[in-house]
Antibody, heavy 116, light 107 residues
Framework: QVQVVQSGPEVKRPGASVKLSCKAA????????MHWVRQAPGQGLEWMGL????????SYAQEFQGRLTMTRDTSTSTVYMELSSLTSDDTAIYYC?????????WGKGTTVTVSS | DIQMTQSPSTLSASVGDRVTITCRAS??????LAWYQQKPGNAPNLLIY???SLESGVPLRFSGSGSGTEFTLTISSLQPNDSATYYC?????????FGQGTKLETK
């Protein structure tokens, strides 16, 4: 069964970094991009960026430039998303989703809470 | 960035109604548009891609149309479990922006 399996919830202090994982299951990781999308409480969907796991190239939304890093480990079929300099505005559910440019398989999401 | 604007923001309709949601792009995006359904507490689910292609397993009452800057998602006969928030997303150019969402309630 094709799925993407995300890591568990995180609680971070303001100013800290968080690194989330997303493991591809049931398909070859390198054949599809992996997107990251977040959703703040009660809000809509916000596209953060994507990684092409084949070569490792990335594309990030401008608002995250400088504090967002996506990486991959093809040996474990896992991609990672690290967001630094966290503020309370980064409190959200973070989804990874497989896709070319649109997203056809979504993870269940990882809740990140930023609180002092 | 390409801005995506959905209308209406909220919608209430009866079972069996034909429902249409509109999505407008701030610049032409050809047919590079997807629609997603999200139910409370769940991840989004892909319904339509390339403006009008139905994702496998999605009921035939869902359809999409449009190209350029104006797009529609239509539910031909609303069912109770169609209550959800619907999002359009353009993938013509990065960043791949979403509309703000349309919350659909079944009366």
């Amino acid at each position: 069964q094709v799925q993407v399996v995300q890591s568990g919830p995180e609680v971070k202090r303001p100013g800290a970094s968080v690194k989330l994982s997303c493991k591809a299951a049931g398909y070859n990781l390198i054949n599809y991009n992996m997107h990251w999308v977040r959703q703040a409480p009660g809000q809509g969907l916000e596209w953060m960026g994507l990684i092409n796991p084949s070569g490792g190239s990335t594309s990030y939304a401008q608002e995250f430039q400088g504090r967002l890093t996506m990486t991959r480990d093809t040996s474990t079929s896992t991609v990672y998303m690290e967001l630094s300099s966290l503020t309370s505005d980064d409190t959200a559910i973070y989804y990874c989703a497989r896709g070319g440019d649109f997203m056809d398989v979504w993870g269940k999401g990882t809740t990140v809470t930023v609180s002092s | 960035d390409i801005q995506m604007t959905q209308s209406p923001s909220t919608l209430s309709a009866s079972v069996g109604d034909r429902v249409t949601i509109t999505c407008r792009a701030s610049q032409p995006i050809s047919s590079w548009l997807a629609w997603y359904q999200q139910k409370p507490g769940n991840a989004p689910n892909l319904l339509i891609y390339k403006a009008s292609s139905l994702e496998s397993g999605v009921p035939l009452r869902f359809s999409g149309s449009g190209s350029g800057t104006e797009f529609t998602l239509t539910i031909s006969s609303l069912q109770p479990n169609d209550s959800a928030t619907y999002y359009c997303q353009q993938y013509n150019k990065s960043p791949f922006t979403f509309g703000q969402g349309t919350k659909l309630e079944t009366k």
